[in-house]
């Protein structure tokens, strides 16, 4: 059994900033194998895209809205994949959560595409 468990959420005024991890874990699991994700979900809206690497690191990807203030890493020895969020905006309010997709089936940006989530962590970001 997979299990993503994110962490480093918390309440921070506008402009301020905070990492995100993700810790990866589980039986026959081989975290390396496996492109990473974040999403994050405000009240009331969906599931939105917000950045993805390659199981390498070598590849990234990020939704307009965050380009430039947030960055995504991973540490395949460590079996983490993390997300740094600078320059935070109220708009930024919602819960995250990472995922994982089977390198195999290539990067994505849909939150189906995905094959593992972990519960969320909640980011406040207080005008």
């Known amino acids: 059994q997979v299990q993503l468990a994110e962490s480093g959420g918390g309440l921070v005024q506008a402009g301020g900033s905070l990492r995100l991890s993700c810790a990866a874990s589980?039986?026959?699991?081989?975290?390396?194998?496996?492109?990473m994700g974040w999403f994050r979900q405000a009240p009331g809206k969906e599931r939105e895209f917000v950045a993805s690497?390659?199981?390498?690191?070598?590849?990234?990807y990020y939704a307009d809205s965050v380009k430039g203030r947030f960055t995504i890493s991973r540490d395949n020895a460590e079996n983490s994949v993390y997300l740094q969020v600078n320059s935070l905006k109220p708009e930024d309010t919602a819960v995250y959560s990472c995922?994982?997709?089977?390198?195999?089936?290539?990067?994505?940006?849909?939150?189906?595409?995905?094959?593992?989530w972990g519960q969320g962590t909640q980011v406040t970001v207080s005008s």
């Open positions: 690497i390659s199981q390498s690191g070598t590849l990234t």
């Open positions: 995922a994982a997709r089977l390198r195999a089936r290539g990067m994505s940006t849909i939150p189906r595409d995905y094959d593992y």
């Open positions: 589980g039986r026959s699991f081989t975290f390396s194998n496996y492109n």
